[in-house]
């Protein structure tokens, strides 16, 4: 079987093996594939294996052989689902491997905006401790959490797991989502509307998914319902935010400040106007990326492969 991992070298930079999947079959491992390339790559491939290279319908059409297409990733946005289904490809995504991890960038990027650690660091490598009168200085202000409303957006893996932390802060939750499921457990949540949400939240964090509902989600009318001092967060995906709102908005202080993992295009072109916002702290979409999530997504991966191998086919996403 002829096996083709189409951009491998986000999932493995260096660090993991490929060899168990080398035991699957032929397999050809390329790094990056450019669109004009696809074709030629994929050529007599049963199998590719993909993270981002996209594959259309004229693409899928082209390729007589494909049976099987693994998402290297949760999002499977990349690959017309419909027109694999009608070709009878099989695709498949790996669900939840960076729950933990990209909870914890969530919160590192809200730490980050609460006290300003780099900048602080920063200053004292500058000399300012060393040329300071005080014991003890900030430049910025420092906000403590205890106490705080979080307001989530979208309550699957993700969202519960952030709000497990948020709880250990001693933070407020209130959640928007179309799916009310039981929080009885949790003392200190609410379901709310997104007017609510956005008007009452000290911080606003984003955790659905990207589809025609929620493209564009965040835009000058509920920015405008947020607090001055609030801060919005979002680790899920970049064009759930108007970001030229959301630069007009920190530019002029009607937010307090953002931390993103995402942005609409990535990478982003140097005309992005977040690239220049206020108080806006943006991160390489790698929030799924630790050694830690990266060896759940190879081995998740691996075992979607071989439950198709062996007829039984788990984690189908166009069923």
């Known amino acids: 079987m002829k096996i083709v991992v189409l951009d491998g070298y986000t999932l493995n930079p260096g660090d993991l093996s490929w060899e168990a999947l080398k035991n699957l079959g032929d397999v050809t491992i390329y790094d990056r594939t450019p ?46 689902t419909e027109a694999a289904k009608a070709r009878g ?9 960076s729950t933990s991890s990209v909870a914890q960038l969530t919160f590192a990027l809200l730490l980050e905006l609460s006290l300003h650690v780099q900048r602080h660091s920063d200053s004292v490598f500058e000399g300012g401790w060393v040329k300071s009168p005080d014991f003890s200085y900030w430049n910025f202000p420092l ?7 979080i307001g989530i957006i979208g309550f699957g893996n993700i969202g519960r797991k952030v709000a497990d932390i948020a709880t250990a802060f001693g933070m407020n939750i209130i959640c928007y989502s179309k799916s009310h499921t039981d ?20 911080v606003v964090s984003l955790h659905c998914p990207l589809v025609p509902e929620t493209k564009g989600l965040v835009n000058i009318q509920y920015l405008k319902k947020m607090k001055k ?23 002029n202080d009607l937010i307090a400040g953002a931390g993103l993992d995402v942005l609409s295009d990535e990478p982003p072109s140097e005309d992005n106007p977040l690239l220049r916002a ?11 990326a630790t050694v830690d999530a990266r060896i759940r997504l190879m081995n998740a991966a691996l075992a979607n492969l071989s439950a198709y191998l ?9 069923k």
């Not at 494909?66 to 999002?75: C, M, R, S």
């Not at 206020?278 to 799924?288: E, V, Y």
């Open 143 to 149: 906000i403590e959490l205890m106490g705080k409303t």
């Open 278 to 288: 206020k108080n806006c702290i943006i991160t390489p979409h790698f929030a799924w």
């Open 183 to 202: 929080q009885s457990h949790r003392s200190n949540f609410r379901w709310v509307t997104p007017d609510e949400l956005f008007e009452t939240s000290d």
């Open 229 to 251: 001092s609030a801060f919005l967060l979002n680790t899920s995906r970049g064009p759930l935010v108007v970001e030229e709102d959301l630069a007009f908005a920190l530019n």
């Open 35 to 80: 669109r004009e390339k696809i074709l030629e790559r994929s050529a007599d491939a049963q199998v590719l294996l993909t993270n981002k290279t996209l594959l259309n319908e004229t693409i899928l059409n082209s390729l007589p052989s494909l049976k099987y297409i693994g998402v290297l990733a949760t999002g499977y946005n990349v690959i017309d």
């Open 310 to 318: 062996s007829g039984k086919p788990v984690n189908v996403v166009n």
């Open 89 to 97: 490809i099989i695709v498949t995504n790996v669900p939840a491997y």
